[in-house]
């Protein structure tokens, strides 16, 4: 048992529930990135499964032609950014306040570039920059003037207004964003969070249950239309059986929500 813990860890601990620690977001991601992509996060395993077509109808959607240049705005551990470099002629930049999901991203990016250097396509380059949307005023200049953006399961822990005031920053007009997030059904029981290996307390973090409405109607607030459908997807029974145990419990509820908007020119 952590003999830091406060009264109501211990307390906890002693019902049988692991003690809860909460933290800045930085510094948990930083201590998450460990076992980020192993420790059986469902909704994280959904986003996944999710943007294998999404990333193709963005594609579709670029008015500018290539070369692009796409940012993967909380790229955390860079999930999602090798599929964007397997985009021709394309810079892709990852931006994460997490110095550890950077290193860990950093990694992946270059294996897979080593890959796509022998198959001869694929991007023209990656870019990793430290970046928090909480707390940088100045965003990474390499990413700038970007003709589309992800970002995915980062709206959680950002107001919107931030959010979408440094999206609009990043893209040149008609840019796409690509937003993906934890459902305010789901957000309501729960939040993102962990179990650190290392001390068996449960790690959480600032956490907004952002409505789907909130999160259109800010977006349009600050200049961006929505394109295409807005997704929205409950766990059934048959998709908790791909998406491993720990989505049973979550059977009927609506977990997650995927959006693309353009900056309006």
């Known amino acids: 048992m952590n003999p830091q813990a406060s009264p109501l860890q211990l307390a906890k601990s002693i019902e049988g529930k692991p003690p809860i620690r909460f933290l800045d977001p930085t510094t948990a991601y930083n201590l998450w990135s460990e076992v980020y992509d192993t420790d059986g996060n469902f909704l994280q395993a959904l986003d996944t499964i999710e943007m294998r077509s999404l990333v193709p109808k963005m594609v579709s959607r670029i008015s500018s032609s290539p070369p692009w240049k796409v940012v993967d705005l909380g790229c955390g551990t860079g999930r999602n950014m090798t599929r964007l470099l397997d985009l021709p002629c394309s810079m892709v930049v990852g931006l994460d306040a997490s110095s550890k999901m950077l290193e860990i991203a950093k990694l992946r990016i270059n294996e897979h570039m080593s890959q796509i250097s022998r198959a001869s396509e694929g991007a023209q380059g990656a870019r990793l920059e430290p970046y928090n949307l909480l707390g940088s005023y100045h965003i990474p ?57 290392k001390t068996g307390e449960k790690v959480q973090t600032q956490s907004f249950a952002h409505h789907l409405n909130d999160v ?50």
């Open 141 to 197: 200049s390499c990413a700038l003037n970007a003709d589309a953006l992800i970002s995915t399961l980062v709206l959680e822990h950002v107001p919107l207004s931030i959010f979408f005031e440094k999206a609009s920053e990043l893209l040149k007009p008609s840019g796409l964003a690509l937003v993906t997030n934890m459902h305010s059904d789901m957000g309501a029981i729960s939040q993102a969070g962990f179990v650190d290996p």
């Open 216 to 265: 259109v109607a800010e977006a349009q607030k600050q200049g961006f239309e929505v394109v295409g459908e807005v997704l929205q997807r409950a766990v059934d029974e048959e998709m908790s059986e791909v998406l491993g145990m720990r989505a049973r419990k979550w059977i009927g509820v609506t977990v997650w929500f995927g959006v693309c908007f353009r900056k309006q020119a």
